[in-house]
């Protein structure tokens, strides 16, 4: 039970290495997809939305987090 | 399948698997030098067969996912992971963070077992097993994610798998000759290098999912690699001057 809850834990870490950064990248793929989906769009602009938000949210979180001093 | 996806994809799977190996490697050498390689055996093949086991139930699955919603699923899971990689590269090689020791934690983890050695004699063999189980399935959980996330998307899971054996084999071949953890890795290298990888994958398979036809088709993954290892590189160096600010 405990190596299944381990492995659980594990898993959940493998995707959110850090809270933050988890959540602002799901928003900015919601964000494009609600751009290709509801609007005119090409969905190019989506993919270009995506592609620079997370280039971005990359440097804010390593930033934050030095600026607090953890991980 | 072309070159230019596949061999990214590849190198991708090696060089993250060679990463997830040596540090399961580094747990089940712990246990084997403190109890002898049955345990560390037995519970290696375990951890195998578990995984087999996980791989052959969920696996034909993949088949069943329509292609746009497998890559965009893949795409923000390979988002989540590799930049989580890449933060934490960056951050290790800002020096915020300090870097993953393999002689530390094979110390750790011969210790622990040390410290249960002297408590419960009968159980150890038991807990050494376990030891090497849960190192060997949870490391592997990692190369089997990373496998299918670099490789399912256009049916390059043979190649991306054979990039994860070659790995394994490699580890495998440098520790049986050396026979002590393989600390001289460049770890924080390598798992920069395959948070950019996984990033740019995850930022392509994010936009195929979406319906994003990328200009340069597949050749856009070199640009967004170029794009990930740069904004890791100025994450890292800001990280730096902050933390020299912060300690004046």
């Not at chain 2, 699923?73 to 992971?81: D, E, H, K, R, V």
């Not at chain 2, 063999?125 to 994610?145: M, R």
């Amino acid at each position: 039970m405990i190596v299944f809850k381990e492995v659980v834990a594990e898993l959940i870490g493998m995707f959110v290495a850090e809270r933050r950064l988890t959540i602002a990248v799901l928003i900015v793929v919601t964000m494009a997809g609600c751009l290709v989906d509801f609007t005119d769009l090409d969905p190019l602009v989506g993919g270009t939305v995506v592609l620079f938000g997370c280039l971005i949210l990359l440097i804010a979180s390593v930033c934050r987090s030095a600026r607090a001093g953890t991980s | 399948m072309t070159w230019s996806i596949a061999a990214p994809a590849v190198m991708a799977a090696f060089l993250a698997s060679l990463v997830e190996v040596v540090e399961a490697f580094t747990i089940v050498l712990a246990v084997a030098t403190l109890r002898g390689w049955r345990s560390a055996t037995l519970g290696t093949i375990a951890g195998l067969a578990v995984l087999a086991g996980i791989v052959l139930l969920l696996g034909p699955l993949l088949n069943r996912i329509p292609l746009h919603s497998l890559q965009l699923a893949i795409g923000i899971l390979l988002l989540l992971f590799g930049m989580g990689w890449l933060r934490k590269a960056s951050l290790r090689a800002a020096g915020i963070i300090p870097l993953h020791d393999e002689d530390a934690i094979f110390a750790a983890e011969t210790a622990q077992l040390g410290q249960y050695r002297r408590r419960q004699q009968s159980n150890l063999d038991w807990v050494a097993g376990i030891t090497a189980l849960k190192a060997v399935l949870l490391e592997g959980l990692e190369v089997v994610f990373i496998v299918i996330a670099v490789g399912a998307g256009r049916g390059l899971l043979m190649p991306a798998s054979l990039g994860a054996l070659a790995a394994g084999a490699l580890v495998l071949a440098v520790g049986a000759i050396i026979h002590r953890p393989l600390s001289r890795v460049p770890e924080n290298i390598l798992k920069f290098g395959v948070g950019v990888m996984l990033s740019a994958f995850g930022v392509f398979w994010t936009g195929e999912g979406l319906g994003v036809a990328w200009p340069g088709q597949d050749l856009a993954l070199l640009l967004f690699a170029a794009l990930f290892l740069a904004a890791g590189l100025l994450g890292s160096a800001l990280a730096r001057r902050i933390s020299v600010e912060i300690a004046r």
